[in-house]
């Protein structure tokens, strides 16, 4: 089937300690979002990749990066992760024109 | 300053009767709106949308109504099931392209007792 697959899907980090999440699709999508979503509230936009051109939101804090090495899989890095980085990351993807965007099942990241 | 508000956080429905979760919005722009659904651990999945040149839009027992005048959408789900139980996102953006950008209202959790 095609999917949307984010690994791991728990990820423990330590203050201040770089962390990586996993996001690939086979959906061979042009368009995959970073969304962050805090316990209770609406996911928010991180950035997005349309193919390689990568967009942030202004919103977006420089602690959190980016990359796209190809067309299935998009990381995010978060450099220096704080207490108040622990959220729930949701990678989507979509295909321009297409009627929505499809998410996976979310990284739950917790910050000790 | 949050552009789609879900103002009830929580419904609470009997199974075999409607569910409406309603969703409000501000900006002008907005011109298609999602629902999305979201069960515990998994990512949210698309269930219906709505082009702005619509007032309603069916879909089984899912059915979105859009009052652009009111900037106020709602999701009916006639009759509710056990398994409809979920947190139930709306969503909107400027333009029905995937590569919009979606903003998300906060949610409301909907409990579907048997």
């Known amino acids: 089937d095609a999917m949307v697959i984010q690994n791991p899907r728990y990820q423990v980090t330590q203050f201040g300690k770089p962390v990586t999440l996993s996001c690939s699709q086979t959906?061979?999508?042009?368009?995959m979002y970073w969304y962050q979503q805090k316990s209770s509230q609406a996911p928010k936009l991180l950035f997005h990749?349309?193919?390689?051109?990568?967009?942030n939101e202004a919103d977006t804090p420089d602690n959190f990066q980016s990359r796209r090495p190809n067309t299935s899989f998009c990381f995010l890095d978060i450099r220096s992760p704080g207490l108040g980085d622990a959220a729930m990351y949701l990678c989507?993807?979509?295909?321009?024109?297409?009627?929505?965007?499809?998410f996976g099942p979310g990284t739950r990241l917790l910050v000790l | 300053d949050q552009q789609v508000k879900q103002n009830s956080p929580s419904l609470s429905v009997q199974e075999g009767r409607i569910s409406i979760l309603n969703c409000d919005y501000t900006n002008s722009m907005f011109d298609y709106f999602l629902w999305y659904k979201k069960y515990p651990a998994e990512g949210p999945t698309f269930l219906i949308s709505?082009?702005?040149?619509?007032d309603k839009n069916e879909d089984g027992r899912f059915t979105v109504f859009l009052n652009k005048s009111a900037k106020h959408l709602s999701l009916h789900i006639v009759p509710s099931q056990p398994g409809d139980s979920a947190v139930y996102f709306c969503a909107a953006s400027v333009g029905s392209n995937a590569g919009n950008m979606l903003t998300f209202g906060g949610g409301t959790r909907l409990m579907v007792k048997p």
């Open positions: 959906l061979n999508h042009n368009v």
């Open positions: 989507a993807t979509g295909e321009r024109g297409g009627e929505t965007q499809y």
């Open positions: 990749y349309y193919d390689k051109d990568f967009n």
């Open positions: 709505i082009s702005s040149i619509k």
